[in-house]
C-alpha cells in the first residue's frame, strides 16, 4: 500500500521540541499524578455510598464497584480534602495531557497501520487509553462548569470511562516504563539516530520555543488552572476563581453569603411550601409529625462543618445548629437505626432523596440544620430545614427535607 501524503510522511512533522526527553519527562509526570486522581475518584464514588437503597445510579458496576468501603463521617474536612485533590489535580494536568497527546502526535500516522499483530493489539490499546482519558476527563471538566449533557448521565459514564482509561493506562505505563526512563535520563536533543521512540523529527525546523520553554509554559498553565481549584476552595481565594461558575458566587446575606449550588426556585421549591404548612415526618416504629417550633423546641446542636461539593468547590466550615439525626430516630421509635432515607420537598431532578448509613446517623455531629451560623437557613440553603453530615459529599446534604424514614436492616 502506498504511503499517503501529508502526516503519514515521516518528514511532515518538524518541531525539533518532539523526541524522547519531552515524552518521557510528560509522561512521568502523569505516572506520578494520574493515579492520585483515579484513587480520590474512586474514593469519592464509596462516599457517595452506591451500595444504600436510594443512592445507586450504577446498578450494573458489578466488579468495578467490587473495591467499596464505608466511607467514614469523619475528619469533617475529609470529602473536602479529597474532592478539592480529585478536581484540582484533575484540572492542572489538563496542560500536561495536552502537551503529552501533541509529543507523540506523529504516532497517530504511523504508516503502514500495524507492521505485526502485537504492534495492532499495542495500537488498538491506545484507543482506551487516548479515547478513555479524553473522555474522563471531557466529561469532569464539563460536569463542573454546570454542563450536564453527557448521555446516560455523568456518574455512570465518569465512572466506566475511568475504568477504561486506568486499565488502558497501567498497561501502558509496563509497556513504556524502560523507555521512559531512558527518555527522562536522555537530556541532550535526540536525533531520528538516537531516538528510540521514533518522535525526534528527521528534518527539524528551526526552534521558536526552547524545550525548557515549552515546560515553563506547560507549568505555567497547570499553575493557572492550580490557582483556579484552589480558590473554589478558600473563601479568601474565591475571586481567583475564574472559569468557575459556583467558586465566585455569592449568594444571600450575612451568615448565608456562601455558594448555592441548585437554588430553590432552580428546584422549583415555593416559599408557601416552606412556610408554615411545612410538616417534618419521621417514618419508623412510631412516625411522627413535626413543625418547625417543634424541631426548634428539641434539643440543638451545634456542628461545624463544610459543605464539600463532587464538583471540587467547597465552603469553609459553617456553624450548623438543628436536631440531631439520631435524636430524630428514637424519636421515631428506631434507636439503633442503621439506615436513614431521607426526601425533600422538591419534585423532581437529582438528589431530591439521599441514604446514609449507621456511622452517619449515629454521629454526634450529624444534623437536620435548621440554622446556620446564627441565622435561619435561607431558601436556597435549604429552609425549613437541611441535612448536613460531616465528610459527606455535598450531594447528599439534602435541603427542604419533607420526609425522614429511619430503618434496621
Ligand atoms: N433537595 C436538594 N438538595 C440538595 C441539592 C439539590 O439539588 N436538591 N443539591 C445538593 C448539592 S449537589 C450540594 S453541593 C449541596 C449544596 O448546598 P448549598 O447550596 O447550601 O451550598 O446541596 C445538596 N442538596
Ligand atoms: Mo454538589
Same mark, same amino acid.
Given at each position: 500500500?502506498?504511503?499517503?501524503?501529508?502526516?503519514?510522511?515521516?518528514?511532515?512533522?518538524?518541531?525539533?521540541?518532539?523526541?524522547?526527553?519531552?515524552?518521557?519527562?510528560?509522561?512521568?509526570?502523569?505516572?506520578?499524578?494520574?493515579?492520585?486522581? +483515579?484513587? #480520590?475518584?474512586? @474514593?469519592?464514588?464509596?462516599?457517595?455510598? /452506591?451500595?444504600?437503597?436510594?443512592? *445507586?445510579? =450504577?446498578?450494573? !458496576?458489578?466488579?468495578?464497584?467490587?473495591?467499596?468501603?464505608?466511607?467514614?463521617?469523619?475528619?469533617?474536612?475529609?470529602?473536602?480534602?479529597?474532592?478539592?485533590?480529585?478536581?484540582?489535580?484533575?484540572?492542572?494536568?489538563?496542560?500536561?495531557?495536552?502537551?503529552?497527546?501533541?509529543?507523540?502526535?506523529?504516532?497517530?500516522?504511523?504508516?503502514?497501520?500495524?507492521?505485526?499483530?502485537?504492534?495492532?493489539?499495542?495500537?488498538?490499546?491506545?484507543?482506551?487509553?487516548?479515547?478513555?482519558?479524553?473522555?474522563?476527563?471531557?466529561?469532569?471538566?464539563?460536569?463542573?462548569?454546570?454542563?450536564?449533557?453527557?448521555?446516560?448521565?455523568?456518574?455512570?459514564?465518569?465512572?466506566?470511562?475511568?475504568?477504561?482509561?486506568?486499565?488502558?493506562?497501567?498497561?501502558?505505563?509496563?509497556?513504556? +516504563?524502560? #523507555?521512559?526512563? @531512558?527518555?527522562?535520563?536522555?537530556?541532550? /536533543?535526540?536525533?531520528?539516530?538516537? *531516538?528510540? =521512540?521514533?518522535? !525526534?523529527?528527521?528534518?527539524?525546523?528551526?526552534?521558536?520555543?526552547?524545550?525548557?520553554?515549552?515546560?515553563?509554559?506547560?507549568?505555567?498553565?497547570?499553575?493557572?488552572?492550580?490557582?483556579?481549584?484552589?480558590?473554589?476552595?478558600?473563601?479568601?481565594?474565591?475571586?481567583?476563581?475564574?472559569?468557575?461558575?459556583?467558586?465566585?458566587?455569592?449568594?444571600?446575606?450575612?451568615?448565608?453569603?456562601?455558594?448555592?449550588?441548585?437554588t430553590a426556585a432552580h428546584r422549583g421549591i415555593t416559599e408557601e411550601q416552606t412556610g408554615d404548612v411545612w410538616r417534618l415526618f419521621l417514618d419508623?416504629?412510631?412516625?411522627?409529625?413535626?413543625?418547625?417550633?417543634?424541631?426548634?423546641?428539641?434539643?440543638?446542636?451545634?456542628?461545624?462543618?463544610?459543605?464539600?461539593?463532587?464538583?471540587?468547590?467547597?465552603?469553609?466550615?459553617q456553624r450548623w445548629s438543628g436536631v440531631r439525626l439520631r435524636d430524630l430516630a428514637?424519636?421515631?421509635?428506631?434507636?439503633?437505626?442503621?439506615?436513614?432515607?431521607?426526601?425533600?420537598?422538591?419534585?423532581?431532578?437529582?438528589?431530591?432523596?439521599?441514604?446514609?448509613?449507621?456511622?452517619?446517623?449515629?454521629?454526634?455531629?450529624?444534623?437536620?440544620?435548621?440554622?446556620?451560623?446564627?441565622?435561619?437557613?435561607?431558601?436556597?440553603?435549604?429552609?425549613?430545614?437541611?441535612?448536613?453530615?460531616?465528610?459527606?459529599?455535598?450531594?447528599?446534604?439534602?435541603?427542604?427535607?419533607?420526609?425522614?424514614?429511619?430503618?434496621?436492616?
Amino acid at each position: 500500500m502506498r504511503r499517503p501524503p501529508g502526516p503519514f510522511r515521516p518528514r511532515f512533522f518538524r518541531s525539533p521540541l518532539r523526541g524522547a526527553r519531552l515524552t518521557s519527562v510528560l509522561g512521568l509526570v502523569l505516572l506520578c499524578s494520574v493515579p492520585i486522581v +483515579f484513587l #480520590t475518584g474512586l @474514593a469519592s464514588y464509596a462516599a457517595y455510598n /452506591p451500595d444504600l437503597a436510594g443512592n *445507586d445510579q =450504577t446498578p450494573d !458496576a458489578g466488579l468495578l464497584a467490587g473495591y467499596l468501603f464505608r466511607w467514614p463521617s469523619g475528619p469533617s474536612w475529609l470529602y473536602r480534602l479529597n474532592q478539592g485533590t480529585h478536581i484540582t489535580l484533575g484540572l492542572v494536568l489538563v496542560p500536561v495531557v495536552l502537551a503529552k497527546l501533541w509529543s507523540v502526535l506523529p504516532k497517530l500516522f504511523t504508516w503502514p497501520p500495524a507492521t505485526s499483530v502485537s504492534h495492532a493489539v499495542e495500537r488498538l490499546s491506545l484507543l482506551g487509553l487516548v479515547g478513555g482519558g479524553l473522555f474522563t476527563f471531557a466529561t469532569g471538566i464539563v460536569n463542573i462548569q454546570y454542563w450536564y449533557v453527557v448521555p446516560g448521565g455523568f456518574y455512570a459514564a465518569h465512572l466506566y470511562g475511568a475504568w477504561i482509561f486506568m486499565g488502558s493506562f497501567a498497561a501502558h505505563a509496563v509497556v513504556k +516504563f524502560s #523507555t521512559m526512563r @531512558a527518555g527522562v535520563r536522555c537530556p541532550r /536533543p535526540a536525533t531520528p539516530l538516537t *531516538d528510540p =521512540t521514533g518522535l !525526534a523529527s528527521p528534518r527539524p525546523a528551526p526552534g521558536t520555543l526552547s524545550r525548557r520553554g515549552l515546560f515553563a509554559t506547560i507549568a505555567g498553565a497547570a499553575a493557572l488552572l492550580g490557582v483556579m481549584g484552589v480558590g473554589q476552595n478558600v473563601r479568601r481565594l474565591r475571586p481567583l476563581a475564574l472559569l468557575a461558575p459556583r467558586g465566585q458566587r455569592v449568594r444571600g446575606d450575612g451568615p448565608n453569603d456562601f455558594p448555592v449550588n441548585k437554588t430553590a426556585a432552580h428546584r422549583g421549591i415555593t416559599e408557601e411550601q416552606t412556610g408554615d404548612v411545612w410538616r417534618l415526618f419521621l417514618d419508623g416504629a412510631t412516625p411522627v409529625q413535626l413543625s418547625r417550633q417543634d424541631l426548634l423546641a428539641l434539643p440543638q446542636h451545634d456542628a461545624d462543618l463544610p459543605i464539600a461539593c463532587v464538583e471540587g468547590w467547597s465552603t469553609g466550615t459553617q456553624r450548623w445548629s438543628g436536631v440531631r439525626l439520631r435524636d430524630l430516630a428514637a424519636l421515631a421509635g428506631v434507636p439503633d437505626a442503621d439506615l436513614v432515607v431521607v426526601e425533600s420537598l422538591q419534585e423532581g431532578g437529582a438528589f431530591r432523596t439521599a441514604s446514609f448509613p449507621a456511622n452517619a446517623v449515629h454521629d454526634g455531629d450529624a444534623v437536620l440544620a435548621l440554622r446556620v451560623s446564627g441565622a435561619d437557613l435561607s431558601l436556597d440553603h435549604g429552609f425549613p430545614a437541611r441535612i448536613v453530615v460531616p465528610a459527606a459529599p455535598g450531594v447528599r446534604n439534602t435541603k427542604w427535607v419533607s420526609t425522614m424514614r429511619f430503618e434496621v436492616a
